[in-house]
């Protein structure tokens, strides 16, 4: 079982790191694949991109860092084509 999951910051990472945890024992073959933090890696997260290109503050920082959100979402939704969680 493949599981796609994303975490933008550190309460997130550590969420998704319960969840996963969770998850590996109902599922032991489970499989996790998107964006997370250190906790989420630890727990067998394949990361994409690491969880730090996703933090920002502001109206301008977004904005300015367009082209690279944009090009993360196509990784994830062409990693998600190709293997579906």
């Known amino acids: 079982m493949r599981f796609g999951i ?4 550190a309460s997130g990472d550590r969420l998704g790191a319960g969840l ?3 998850l590996s ?11 997370g933090g250190p906790l989420m890696e630890a727990e067998g997260l394949q990361a994409l991109v690491p969880m730090e290109r996703l933090a920002m503050n502001g109206i301008k920082e977004p904005v300015l860092r367009l082209p690279e959100l944009v090009r993360i979402l196509r990784l994830l939704l062409r990693t998600y084509r190709e293997t579906p969680p």
Do not use: S, Y
């Open 6 to 9: 994303l975490a933008g910051e």
């Open 20 to 22: 996963m945890r969770a």
């Open 25 to 35: 024992r109902r599922h032991p073959k489970a499989e996790f694949v998107g964006i």
